[in-house]
């Protein structure tokens, strides 16, 4: 184990290491924000694979569209029952590239920037195997999971003990539309949208008063 | 490249212009290249003299507002598809307005870089900018209501409305002109005249008009044996032809008739002879058109010794209603001659019922009109609500003098039933006695909801406290409202109770604008614009006017602008309340109008998105307004 850390990286994982010297802005307005989402062949995080990621970035309420972006990675793994989901066929006539590739291009986005998504655990529990199997450590960011946040938002009466609220629910609260559901970027770019919202509601005096842990982070369910 | 982001972009884009005119390539390449930005309500956007960004705007969600920071007004809110901040860019300017976030909003910020060869390249797009920029509206395309929620213009100032009534009104022209040539002779010219049974007959040179000739024309110069009716129609013909444009009103036609000594207008398209002829236009046109002239229609409303005769009248007061809400006549203007057109027609009812009466009263009296009517906002025709008032009399003289003028507003009631006012289901009419009592025992029963005030004490209220005085005797309707308001300086939770009431329905949203819509009943699904846009607003007017202890204003929008004036500080918000009411009523009598009945509920997949904007930009104010009255009046304290 202490071998491995001494493990030589490639330059691209060096550099989103290095990412991290700089501590996060205080002011929220300054912080990087990563929205992503994956499409998987199920949900069992040892056994499933990822599809496509689609990510997006947030920096002072604004999302370029130039800086956002979806792959689809060729994969092995192939479960037929969540091919009616995501309708990412195995072999589909969008060009793939491999996971390896994939997760290059998220790391380059992605940097020391704040990760959000919906049900984020799961998320990062995808992406983390992922990693290893490409021989590389897991991500180092700081996360946030629009589902808890929301939770948050509420009044508390309104609030659930589970913290449960699906990106369906999201998207029909804040009259996001919903034509591109179950894309990668699709549901990225809906998870982001929510957050913006989540965030006026929220008004977090500092970084590190959002990022506060509640008793519901790090919970995940499927769907 | 293109992903899901830029396919929704490029997708909502192009769904307005100048957009819509892109090529799909160009809409493309545009849509990668935007920005998506978030704004909280009242955050910034861009301030006043701040260097231009490096991208205009376009409104996805939400709304924003271009103040002029110098006067302090809103000159434009814009919304869905509306495109800002562009002039600037172009004209390497700095901003000369501050836009900020009136909601949460959502808009796509378009790179100039990108879109400025875009200019270039497409004419379309090119003109649209061109004219928006000139006429300074967003949307150039959009006709109705150019750039404003109302089509109020400085030209129109309703306080002037006495002489220039004749005049707001344009001329009806015929569009189907029947034209010859110069070198045609007069027999074959006059049997097509008497073919298609005109009276004149224009004659064109290279589809310009150049002549015009009439029967008149053929009576002196053929009849007479001046020409031989084998003559060309350029030897009788007048020439050159008496042009205007096709924007003429009534008194304007006439004067140019009288001024040339003509009975035939020609009018063309930029109102010389050097543009094609578009219409033509009789003495007997203008006739017709006076006919439907509120001024003609007094003096026969006023002549009327029958009921029965006011009924047809209003007809053309109904096809006068159509015709300014079409010409855009402004709605403080249209809804002023209207409603002293119903006025007339209720006053004469009023002496044709004394006339009916065995003999004349012996104390003095007054009638009221109360709800829509006394707040003149009744445009087409609803229920009738009213109250007869009179005069105080000794205890013995009281039946005797309360049955002589009850059978007086049964007399009266049924005249307006006759004439077009449904009777009020609820019995709020002058031939109730509860509502036909002398000055004291309306004084009693007022103070006493305003002393002991229940949810039925309140719904009184707000029916009864927009009475406006129709007929009779002044003073004494002053009187009533003199002790009305000592009452309510004395028991000013009374206040709170009617602004409780006033928030009682809710606000026309909710959570990002959807239209709230009715859940069940008859019109399942549809929106009630009187009870959630309407009532709020005249609630809300008629708590804060009283609690200003002023009476003798029941119309809404004239109330708001008497606050504006009283309250300095909240004026914006109250013109803004003035502005919504007059556009939420156009809408409703136009939507009346279009679907013959009360206007009231509407379908919203009828509506074009302009229409549901326009809608919607009014409901701000009114969930404004409501939070005013929750704060002012503490409400919670009575709920």
């Known amino acids: 184990m202490i071998s491995r850390r001494k493990k030589e990286y490639p330059d691209y994982w060096n550099e989103y290491e290095a990412s991290f010297y700089n501590g996060l802005s205080k002011n929220v307005g300054n912080v990087n924000f990563v929205v992503l989402d994956t499409e998987t062949t199920g949900f069992d995080v040892k056994r499933d694979r990822i599809l496509s990621i689609g990510a997006l970035r947030i920096k002072n309420g604004t999302i370029n569209v130039r800086e956002s972006f979806e792959v689809f990675i060729e994969q092995k793994h192939f479960d037929e029952k969540t091919v009616a989901i995501h309708g990412i066929l195995k072999k589909g006539k969008v060009k793939q590239v491999s996971e390896l590739e994939g997760l290059k291009r998220l790391l380059c986005l992605l940097k020391n920037a704040v990760l959000i998504a919906h049900h984020v655990g799961f998320d990062v529990g995808m992406l983390n195997q992922a990693l290893k199997r490409n021989g590389l450590p897991k991500l180092k960011n700081r996360t946030l999971d629009t589902a808890v946040l929301y939770n948050r938002s509420l009044p508390q009466r309104e609030q659930k003990i589970n913290g449960h609220f699906t990106l369906d629910e999201l998207a029909a609260k804040f009259d996001i539309s919903t034509t591109d559901r179950h894309t990668a970027l699709g549901d990225a770019y809906i998870t982001g949208i929510a957050f913006l919202h989540i965030l006026s509601k929220l008004k977090p005096a500092s970084t590190q008063n959002l990022l506060k842990r509640d008793r519901f982070s790090g919970f995940w369910r499927p769907f | ?639």
Not at chain 2, 306 to 322: A, H
Not at chain 2, 399 to 411: E, H, M
Request: net charge neutral; hydrophobic share 40%; glycine share 4%.
């Open chain 2, 1 to 639: 490249m293109q992903n899901s982001i830029s396919y929704r972009i490029a997708d909502f884009l192009k769904r307005y212009p100048p957009f819509s005119s892109l090529l799909k390539s160009e809409l493309e390449s545009l849509s990668t290249e935007v920005a998506i930005v978030y704004k909280e309500k009242r955050a910034l956007v861009f301030d006043l003299d701040e260097k231009p960004h490096d991208h205009f705007y376009v409104v996805h969600k939400g709304a924003i507002g271009l103040w002029n920071m110098k006067e302090n007004v809103v000159l434009d809110v814009c919304d869905e598809g509306d495109l800002f901040g562009l002039r600037p860019l172009m004209a390497h300017d700095t901003y000369r307005l501050q836009a900020i976030a009136e909601e949460e909003s959502i808009l796509y910020a378009i790179p100039i870089a990108v879109f400025e060869p875009m200019i270039k390249s497409n004419i379309r797009v090119n003109d649209f900018l061109v004219e928006s920029f000139a006429s300074n509206t967003r949307n150039p395309y959009a006709k109705i209501d150019k750039g404003q929620l109302l089509g109020d213009t400085a030209s129109f100032n309703p306080s002037t409305s006495g002489p220039p009534l004749l005049d707001v009104q344009l001329v009806e022209y015929s569009k189907n002109i029947t034209s010859s040539v110069a070198e045609e002779t007069i027999e074959t010219l006059a049997k097509k005249m008497t073919a298609k049974g005109i009276g004149a007959m224009l004659i064109e040179k290279d589809g310009l008009p150049i002549g015009i000739i009439t029967d008149k024309d053929i009576r002196n110069k053929i009849a007479t044996g001046q020409y031989p009716i084998t003559a060309k129609a350029e030897a009788i013909m007048s020439s050159p032809v008496i042009t205007y444009p096709t924007q003429l009103t009534v008194t304007q036609a006439q004067m140019a008739m009288m001024k040339s000594n003509i009975s035939h207008l020609i009018l063309t398209a930029d109102g010389t002879t050097n543009t094609k002829a578009i219409g033509i236009l009789s003495k007997h046109d203008v006739m017709l058109s006076l006919g439907n002239n509120p001024a003609v229609l007094v003096k026969a409303i006023k002549r009327a010794k029958l009921f029965e005769e006011i009924t047809p009248l209003r007809k053309g007061v109904m096809n006068l209603l159509r015709g300014y809400l079409d010409q855009n006549i402004p709605m403080a203007l249209t809804s002023k001659i209207i409603s002293e057109l119903n006025d007339v027609c209720i006053k004469q009812v009023v002496k044709l019922a004394l006339k009916k009466m065995p003999s004349a009263p012996k104390v003095k009296f007054a009638w009221l009109a109360m709800g829509s009517q006394g707040r003149s906002e009744q445009l087409l025709h609803t229920d009738q609500d009213n109250a007869l008032l009179f005069e105080n009399v000794p205890e013995e003289e009281f039946k005797a003098t309360q049955d002589y003028f009850l059978q007086l507003a049964k007399y009266i009631t049924e005249g307006l039933n006759i004439i077009g006012y449904e009777y009020c289901p609820a019995d709020m009419m002058g031939s109730n006695p509860k509502w036909c009592t002398s000055l004291s025992g309306f004084q009693k029963m007022t103070s006493k909801w305003i002393r002991n005030t229940g949810p039925e004490e309140v719904l009184l209220s707000t029916i009864f406290f927009d009475y406006n005085h129709v007929y009779g005797d002044e003073n004494l309707t002053k009187e009533l409202s003199e002790s009305i308001l000592k009452n309510i300086t004395a028991y000013p939770i009374f206040l709170s109770h009617l602004a409780s009431n006033a928030l009682m329905n809710p606000s026309p949203t909710g959570f990002f604008r959807q239209f709230l819509i009715e859940q069940d009943g008859e019109y399942k699904d549809f929106f009630d614009l009187k009870k959630r846009a309407l009532m709020p607003l005249i609630d809300a007017a008629r708590v804060l006017i009283l609690s200003h202890h002023i009476t003798g204003i029941s119309n809404t929008w004239e109330r708001f602008e008497k606050l504006a004036e009283l309250r300095p500080k909240s004026a914006a918000l109250f013109m803004a309340c003035g502005y919504a009411m007059k556009a939420l009523l156009k809408f409703r009598t136009k939507q009346g109008l279009l679907h013959n009945d009360s206007g009231r509920y509407i379908s919203l997949t009828a509506l074009s998105k302009e229409e549901k904007m326009k809608l919607k930009r009014t409901f701000k104010t009114i969930k404004e307004v409501q939070e005013l009255l929750n704060i002012r009046f503490m409400v919670s304290r009575v709920r």
